[in-house]
């Protein structure tokens, strides 16, 4: 990353030296020539160091990229703020840039220029980084035409921006672990993130119900009727499963073969009580920073199996065509109105606002359960 240290370091001499030219000129043949095999200025959001995103992370102007005959010079159109973003400036996630380095993971954007040898893309074609890489909070992005993957025009720019991490996450975790048919059914905690979103609609579209448990938190009725609405068959707070035995509140749905924990600690309890003989439950985070605890008995008795599951380390094998693919199903199933999930979109211009939405400083309100799962969208005002 030694090319944006010293791009941070020249390019304010740039900018003053060009702002303080005293005569109009007109660009020469030669010089339109290279101007045209570069990409503009871009705004970044970048850090320089780990720790709090508050704290850290500043906006910058970087300097234009030279295009090679392969590369694409993309406009960045809209980026979310997942909390895996947060974690790589904190410096805690497993896999993160060397810094300094751009802030973001995903995005969409509109492709601007491109290198003389580019084949498959065109100027005006919407394409999001396949896989996912580092550096989407910028206004401009230079890489190779591989790394690049066309979409359709015709979805929502949030659900573009934001389709790879959660959607895909809860598509493979419905497909990597147990071979789950129309009738089956399946239990999660963490209900109301994105993830646990996609997962009630997706497991829906092949015929699997879904048990949901939700925190018991003020508006809790007013959230279980917006998950119904998703297509969740039964949705129930953790006081009510202390209170009733899991069976009784089964009802004539079957017991779960299969359930998801992104939370921990008494969450993740909750959803091994749900699961059936021989059931397994899948870790995919930690919200709650608890241990996930197991009675042995669940173990002898039920022979329950616990396995976890992260997307970047599925996706770093060799997987680049089923990555798109699965992507091309979920934007036909926003096309086609069959996924949906909250957004906030936030102009690019209040990336401090953003940052301190999706750090949680401003809190949740009785009714606006939801808001804490939202996913704050940047969207790049040019």
């Known amino acids: 990353m030694a090319s944006l240290r010293g791009a941070l370091r020249s390019f304010g001499a740039l900018r003053h030296c060009v702002s303080a030219c005293p005569f109009p000129y007109k660009l020469s043949g030669t010089i339109r020539a290279f101007a045209v095999a570069a990409s503009p200025p871009s705004k970044a959001v970048v850090y320089e160091q780990h720790g709090a995103p508050d704290q850290v992370v500043r906006v910058v102007y970087l300097p234009p990229v030279e295009l090679k005959e392969n590369d694409v010079c993309v406009r960045m159109l809209a980026s979310p703020i997942n909390p895996s973003d947060i974690n790589r400036i904190e410096g805690v996630y497993p896999v993160r840039p060397p810094i300094p380095a751009v802030g973001g993971y995903e995005g969409v954007g509109q492709v601007h220029s491109l290198g003389s040898s580019v084949s498959t893309l065109s100027v005006g074609d919407w394409v999001i980084p396949s896989p996912p890489s580092f550096g989407t909070w910028q206004t401009y992005i230079v890489k190779e035409e591989s790394a690049w993957h066309k979409i359709i025009k015709n979805v929502p720019l949030e659900y573009a921006a934001t389709i790879i991490v959660n959607p895909l996450t809860a598509l493979r975790m419905l497909e990597d672990f147990v071979n789950l048919t129309s009738g089956d059914a399946i239990v999660q905690n963490g209900a109301t993130s994105i993830v646990g979103q996609c997962i009630i609609q997706l497991a829906k579209i092949r015929g699997v119900c879904s048990i949901n448990i939700i925190r018991d ?121 069959k996924l949906k999930y909250e957004l906030e979109p936030v102009p690019f211009n209040d990336f401090s606002l953003a940052l301190d939405k999706a750090l949680g400083k401003h809190g949740s309100q009785p009714k606006q359960y939801l808001k804490k799962s939202l996913l704050y969208i940047l969207h790049w005002e040019h």
């Open 217 to 337: 938190r003020p508006g809790s009725d007013e959230v279980k009727e917006k998950i119904k609405k998703l297509g969740a068959d039964f949705v129930c707070t953790e006081s009510q499963l202390l209170l009733r035995n899991v069976k009784t509140i089964l009802g004539g749905i079957p017991e779960p073969v299969l359930g998801f924990n992104c939370v921990g600690g008494d969450a993740a309890s909750f959803v091994l009580k749900f699961l059936r003989q021989g059931g397994t439950m899948v870790t995919y985070g930690g919200m709650a920073k608890k241990p996930v605890s197991v009675s042995t008995s669940s173990f002898i008795f039920k022979d329950l199996a616990l396995r976890g599951f992260w997307l970047q380390k599925w996706m770093t094998s060799d997987k680049v065509g089923d990555c798109r693919a699965m992507i091309d199903y979920l934007l036909s199933l926003v096309q086609s109105g």
